[in-house]
Nanobody, 120 residues
């Protein structure tokens, strides 16, 4: 059993900053990748940023230069530093992780989501 717990969402004014965090716990053998997705009302869930075990990082074009993903592997935690926030960044942000629970079994796990609202 694996759990992902997110924190750090909230209400922020345009141009402001927020940092999200997500910690994985439970029966973790190894973490392949961790990342963030978001879903705005009436829209499909979309990738924001991902970080894999090999150090590869991928960002959505809409957040490049404003958001930074980082990981603390010792704490099984991924962060998303969000700067220069815009109203269009308003969404529920979900943590996602591909995790091995044994040497041969892995699955895709999701957090419960945290609301980010950018508004004046």
């Amino acid at each position: 059993q694996v759990q992902l717990v997110e924190s750090g969402g909230g209400l922020v004014q345009p141009g402001g900053s927020l940092t999200l965090s997500c910690t994985a716990s439970g029966s973790i053998f190894a973490i392949i990748s961790m990342g963030w997705y978001r879903q705005a009302p009436g829209k499909q869930r979309e990738l924001v940023a991902t970080s894999n075990r090999g150090g590869g990082i991928n960002y959505a074009d809409s957040v490049k230069g404003r958001f930074t993903i980082s990981r603390d592997n010792a704490k099984n935690t991924v962060y998303l530093q969000m700067n220069s926030l815009k109203p269009e960044d308003t969404a529920v942000y979900y943590c996602d992780a591909y995790i091995y629970t044994s040497h041969s079994e892995f699955d895709d796990y999701w957090g419960q989501g945290t609301q980010v609202t950018v508004s004046s």
